[in-house]
């Protein structure tokens, strides 16, 4: 029933004082905008103006409209300015979660450079370790995820930045660490310590124990990297954690890392985005910045696999 020249021809009106002024101000004819007047306030069944002061005055029902016009043209000047600089591919929105809780080690330094770059993009980062981001990057309350358990979907395209291997770290007083490798029997004999997630969400389960369905003697938790090594250097358990998340750890000699199985278990790293999205500007330099710091910072990752 309404539209936005209903909206621009009264604020044309308010601020110009009379017909002649706001046709000239909105280039139309007098005439023209008489008769869209007309055929608004037949539509809402009432007077806008009285048109037998000078200079004209809006009747309540016209403030009324005045006041929306007020609320919804800046609202609609302000997106339109947005739309033009996100087509120009200046400015955007990233709001980004991540199902990896070590992967702060990595992302905060990329998160950095990307700010000077696109300071006009909107940025904001979740820790989403208590909620499954997926669905909502595909329903658009987020606009990347890095996450290393892909769902196959058809709105969401998964760009690999780079593989780890999974090693199990142990204390250095442990019988495991002198051997080249664990087997899921040797597991099954810990104290298994991980993070707070999931079991199906956890590596060492989905891709080692549970092909030789083998459960550890005892689980425990811990939120923070930091904290569960610490466990693991006391004797307190073992734990599966990233190659690269284990380096500082490892030159404080303060636990040995095994690796899983004869031929290690190797993951992959993704950043899903929406398919619509994989290529805005933003989202590329984004990409290319998190490739080239993981690989310059982190140990022990290669290249994904073509």
């Known amino acids: 029933m309404i539209d936005i020249r209903h909206l621009e021809t009264l604020t044309a009106i308010r601020e110009g004082g009379s017909m002649v002024e706001a046709s000239?101000?909105?280039?139309?004819?007098?005439?023209?905008?008489?008769?869209?007047?007309?055929?608004?306030?037949?539509?809402?069944?009432?007077?806008l103006l009285n048109r037998r002061t000078r200079p004209l005055r809006f009747t309540t029902a016209g403030l009324r409209m005045l006041a929306l016009a007020d609320d919804v043209l800046p609202r609609m000047r302000t997106a339109e300015r947005e739309l033009k600089r996100l087509a120009a591919g200046r400015t955007g929105r990233l709001h980004m979660a991540i199902e990896c809780h070590s992967c702060f080690q990595w992302l905060m330094p990329t998160l950095d450079v990307f700010r000077e770059q696109w300071p006009?993009?909107?940025?904001?980062?979740?820790?989403?370790?208590?909620?499954?981001?997926l669905p909502a990057l595909t329903r658009g309350d987020l606009d990347l995820v890095i996450t290393s358990d892909p769902i196959r979907s058809e709105s969401i395209s998964y760009v690999p930045l780079f593989r780890y291997e999974l090693v199990l770290a142990v204390s250095r007083k442990s019988p495991l660490a002198?051997?080249?490798?664990?087997?899921?029997?040797?597991?099954?004999?810990?104290?298994?310590?991980?993070?707070?997630?999931?079991?199906?969400?956890?590596?060492?389960?989905?891709?080692?124990?549970?092909?030789?369905d083998v459960e550890p003697?005892?689980?425990?938790?811990?939120?923070?990297?930091?904290?569960?090594?610490?466990?693991v250097a006391s004797g307190r358990g073992v734990t599966a954690i990233p190659n690269w998340a284990l380096?500082?750890?490892?030159?404080?000699?303060?636990?040995?890392?095994?690796?899983?199985?004869?031929?290690?278990?190797?993951?992959?790293?993704?950043?899903?985005?929406?398919?619509?999205?994989?290529?805005?500007?933003y989202?590329?330099?984004?990409?290319?910045?998190?490739?080239?710091?993981?690989?310059k910072n982190l140990l022990g990752i290669k290249a994904p696999k073509s």
């Open 178 to 212: 002198d051997a080249k490798f664990v087997t899921p029997a040797q597991v099954a004999e810990q104290t298994l310590i991980t993070y707070p997630v999931d079991r199906d969400r956890l590596d060492i389960y989905t891709a080692f124990l549970d092909a030789a």
């Open 217 to 231: 003697a005892e689980t425990r938790t811990a939120e923070l990297t930091p904290m569960i090594v610490q466990l």
């Open 247 to 281: 380096t500082e750890y490892l030159d404080l000699g303060m636990v040995h890392s095994c690796r899983l199985g004869e031929t290690g278990v190797w993951r992959t790293l993704y950043a899903g985005v929406r398919i619509e999205d994989e290529q805005a500007p």
């Open 120 to 133: 006009d993009v909107v940025l904001d980062l979740s820790a989403a370790f208590s909620f499954a981001p």
């Open 283 to 295: 989202i590329q330099d984004f990409l290319a910045v998190a490739k080239e710091l993981s690989f």
């Open 24 to 47: 000239e101000r909105l280039h139309v004819t007098q005439s023209a905008l008489s008769h869209q007047l007309r055929e608004l306030e037949d539509r809402l069944g009432t007077q």
